[in-house]
């Protein structure tokens, strides 16, 4: 199953043995470098907290279908995509 979700190295979060501390980590480690130096530093950041929200689905699922998933996992990511409710009280 592993062979179909392939990523890469340098992907600090949702992978084995990674997580967002590393990036946190090192960006802190350049900030700490370059005002140490008596340098400016500069950073973006990007908020992508409903960058799912603009997801085409058709396109996403035609894209797992073309890298041969099993049917078992293209349906359960469906269902999990699909099939959501919330509710606020």
Not at 16 to 37: H, P, Q
Not at 58 to 87: A, E, G, H, W, Y
């Amino acid at each position: 199953m592993q062979i179909f979700f392939i990523t890469s190295d340098l992907q600090f979060g949702f992978k084995a043995k990674r997580s967002t501390n590393m990036c946190t980590m090192v960006l802190k480690e350049a900030i700490d470098y370059y005002t140490s130096n008596s340098s400016s530093v500069f950073c973006t950041l990007l908020d992508a907290t409903k960058a799912f929200d603009r997801v085409d689905y058709c396109k996403l699922f035609r894209s797992l279908m073309n890298k041969d998933l099993p049917p078992i996992v293209l349906c359960l990511l469906l269902n999990m995509s699909t099939r959501q409710l919330t509710r606020v009280s």
